[in-house]
């Protein structure tokens, strides 16, 4: 049982790794109770005045969401590949292997999170209040996505 919860949380070598890799799943479970529950119509286009021009399928509220769970999985299924299938842009020899190795988990369980946001707010804020969304958010979701990239070259060009 043991063995198996450690796969299935996509096997953490620290506390971090170990809380990103249980909130990723539960924001995406999160978001499909949530539209499942307020399954509705929704804009599907807006001027450049934010005005609704459109209204879609209540089918098409499912695009966003579906596609956050399987990037969720793509990058889980990542977390379980052998360390020499990881390209991690450095050398790795016996001295670094742990650090790197660390440093190219905590990335992934980073963006691991990072595209979990990115979907639950594709899938929240742009469909149900795309007339009052900021406009500074979808740079504030670029900003979350490169943190976890550049905090990666950092800690390996420190090493």
């Known amino acids: 049982m043991r063995r ?10 620290n506390r971090w790794q170990l809380v990103l890799n249980i909130l990723s799943p539960l924001l995406q479970i999160g978001v499909l109770v949530w539209l499942a529950c307020c399954f509705r119509e929704i804009p599907m286009h807006c001027n450049g005045a934010g005005i609704v021009t459109e209204m879609g399928g209540k089918g098409n ?5 579906i596609i956050g769970v399987v990037d969720d999985l793509i990058l889980w299924v990542v977390t379980l590949m052998p360390e ?14 742990s650090f790197v190795f660390g440093c190219a988990h905590d990335l992934i369980a980073e963006l ?4 979990s946001l990115l979907f639950a707010v594709l899938s929240g804020v742009f469909i149900y209040c795309p007339e009052r ?5 979808p740079a504030v979701l670029c900003v979350l996505l490169c943190v976890p990239i550049v905090r990666y070259f950092v800690r390996i060009a420190r090493m």
Request: hydrophobic share 55%.
């Open 4 to 13: 198996a919860l450690f796969i299935l949380l996509g096997k953490p070598t």
């Open 61 to 65: 509220l499912w695009v966003m969401p």
């Open 84 to 97: 020499s299938a990881i390209n991690t842009g450095v050398r790795v020899t016996a001295q670094n292997r």
């Open 112 to 115: 691991r999170l990072g595209m």
């Open 133 to 137: 969304y900021p406009i500074w958010l």
